[in-house]
T-cell receptor, first 115, second 108 residues
């Protein structure tokens, strides 16, 4: 099976702009989780989608949003970008909800730089 | 607050020596704990989870509720074990909380 794919791999944006990141899960996986990874804060959970519904949300401002489509592909949107949003954004897919300890398979990440 | 602590940012051991990567957690209740690994230029991947009580690539991790620890151990380190290791916990909100990670370097 093909692994989790994320597009784009690299992105440079300016403060105040908005950005959309895409994640295609492994075929058959219904859960997609998003994480932000920074040198200062490490890995932090953003949200999890399952069957097109947000099932869980981390402690991030409302500027961070996401959605999941019927084919389980997911997008993450960040509006009004701030310098602090510069990070590696990781997507992970699993057969079931992460809470049920299904193994998560990670994508390569999207490196977002905000200038 | 629920937290995962990996006290060592960097751990360097010689090939063939035992390895212990420390992970301490704060959580009231029965925790679900994981170890994830990221090899150079590869993706983050699950190494093992405590509910499975498995040994993967020679690594084991035992949950010690008294000491609130989930240390990762391997009796004889191999050069291919060099990687970044993350300990993670499913918190009461069913979210994965991650430790800061430990970079393991195996010296030849």
């Amino acid at each position: 099976k093909a692994g989790v794919t994320q597009t784009p791999r690299y992105l440079i944006k300016t403060r105040g702009q908005q950005v959309t990141l895409s994640c295609s899960p492994i075929s058959g996986h219904r859960s997609v989780s998003w994480y932000q990874q920074t040198p200062g804060q490490g890995l932090q959970f953003l949200f999890e989608y399952f069957s097109e519904t947000q099932r869980n949300k981390g402690n991030f401002p409302g500027r961070f949003s996401g959605r999941q489509f019927s084919n389980s592909r997911s997008e993450m949107n960040v509006s009004t970008l701030e310098l602090g949003d510069s990070a590696l954004y990781l997507c992970a897919s699993s057969e079931g909800l992460a809470r049920l300890s299904y193994e998560q398979y990670f994508g390569p990440g999207t490196r977002l730089t905000v200038t | 607050a629920q937290r995962v602590t990996q006290p060592e940012k960097l751990l360097s051991v010689f090939k063939g020596a035992p390895v212990e990567l420390k992970c301490n957690y704060s959580y009231s209740g029965s925790p679900e704990l994981f170890w994830y690994v990221q090899y150079s230029r590869q993706r983050l991947q699950l190494l093992l989870r405590h509910i499975s009580r498995e040994s993967i690539k020679g690594f084991t991790a035992d949950l010690n509720k008294g000491e609130t620890s989930f240390h990762l151990k391997k009796p004889f380190a191999q050069e291919e074990d060099s990687a970044m290791y993350y300990c993670a916990l499913v918190d009461s909100n069913y979210q994965l909380i991650w430790g800061a990670g430990t970079k393991l370097i195996i010296k030849p």
